[in-house]
């Protein structure tokens, strides 16, 4: 059986911090997707998820100077967990997408409601 980790998402973008360690540069960045429906009632929904992302420059990432607040992507990559032990002794859990490839969107989102 063949494995899969992999996972596609096209939003926007919301906080970002970047860094570096060495000679790589890397972004942390929040992107929102949502998701726009009618409830029986005929009220609008829109739904958004928001998905912790990493990426570091690199094959397929080349400038992370595109990613900024607002910016449209369309990101693939791999969900990755983590748990790491806090100041106060507690455990603490992450999961984020580890971006292999990022493109800027430069039409209008479908799926949201304006």
């Not at 939003?11 to 970002?16: A, S």
């Not at 890397?26 to 829109?46: C, E, H, M, Q, W």
Request: glycine share 10%.
């Amino acid at each position: 059986m063949e494995q899969l980790n992999r996972i596609e998402l096209r939003g926007v973008v919301g906080m970002v911090r970047n860094g570096s360690s060495g000679e790589r540069k890397v972004a942390n960045f929040s992107l929102a997707t949502s998701r726009a429906y009618t409830k029986k009632d005929g009220s609008p929904v829109i739904d958004t998820d928001w998905h912790s992302v990493v990426a570091w420059e690199g094959n397929k990432i080349t400038d992370l100077s595109v990613i900024e607040k607002g910016a449209k992507l369309y990101v693939v990559g791999r969900m990755t967990y983590r748990k790491w032990t806090g100041s106060d002794g507690a455990d603490h859990y992450d999961s984020e997408v580890m971006a292999s490839q990022i493109d800027v969107i430069h039409e209008p989102l479908t799926g949201q409601m304006n």
